[in-house]
Each structure stands twice: as structure tokens, then as C-alpha cells.
């Protein structure tokens, strides 16, 4: 009876951890890389190592644990979305919005980010190592420092 119960579990437990890995809904992965949108969707886990995301439309998207390895995220719109946990190693990340975006455990190992929006995202335990960074409120220490929001400058340009 034990030896059928243990085969059983041995059976049945790689199909609980499959389904954790392989969060991201496969529809809306495609929906992504074809049409360059998709608010809101679940896209945790999912693999976008080397995509060109250009442009993309991610608000409020959840790409928690998602491989963004070597993507092109250059002009994407991450605002209100969960990267937590996201590896964007050797990511292109210029003009991207992460406004209020959780950030947190984000690995931006070699990554360039440049003039990106990170007014109100949550930065905690970020790995920023041989990281090429300017233009961005992206550094070390400074709890302090005053992060300015695009859309509050671009609403004060309009109006001069």
C-alpha cells in the first residue's frame, strides 16, 4: 500500500510544480509578441528572454518571475506593473515607463536603462550589477532622493 501511495506522489508532484513554473497564460504571451499590447494580462513566468518588446502596452500586467533576458523593452509602458522577482539581465530598457511598477528583486545585471520613468516603483533589493543607468532615479542609497514624474513634467511643459 505504501509502495502505491509513494508511486503515486512521485507521479502526481511534478505536475503541481509544472503548473507554478508555467504560470503565464500562453494566449496572452502570443497576444504580446504579436500585437505589442496586453494590459493587465498574466504573464508570470513567462519566458520573453530576447523579444523585441518595442513599444510595448504592459500596464498593470503581471510579469512577476518573468525572463526578460536580453529583450528590447525600449519605449514599453510598464506603469502599475509586477516585475517582482523579473530577470531583465542584458535587458535595452530606454524611454521605458515604470511608473509605480513593483520592481522589487528585479535583476538588471548588464542592463542598459536609460531616461526611464520610475516616479512611485517600488525598488527594493534590486540587482544593478555592470548596469548602464542615466537619466533614471536608479541607484544606490539615497531613500531620500526626489524621483520626478514624467507626466507631472510633461503637463507643466504643455502649460508654458
Known sequence: ???????????????????????????????????????????????LSGAHLIGADLRGANLQGANLEEANIEGADFTGANLQGANLKSA???????????????????AMITDSNVYGASMKNLTITNADIYNTGIGIGGDNAEIPDWDQQIETYKQE
Open 92 to 110: 535595452f530598457a530606454t524611454n521605458v515607463n515604470f511608473k509605480k511598477a513593483n520592481l522589487n528583486g528585479v535583476n538588471f545585471t548588464n
Open 1 to 47: 500500500m505504501k509502495t502505491k501511495l509513494l508511486a503515486a506522489l512521485t507521479l502526481v508532484t511534478p505536475l503541481f510544480f509544472t503548473s507554478v513554473v508555467n504560470a503565464a497564460n500562453p494566449q496572452q504571451v502570443q497576444k504580446l509578441l504579436s500585437t505589442g499590447e496586453c494590459i493587465q494580462c498574466d504573464l508570470s513566468g513567462a519566458d
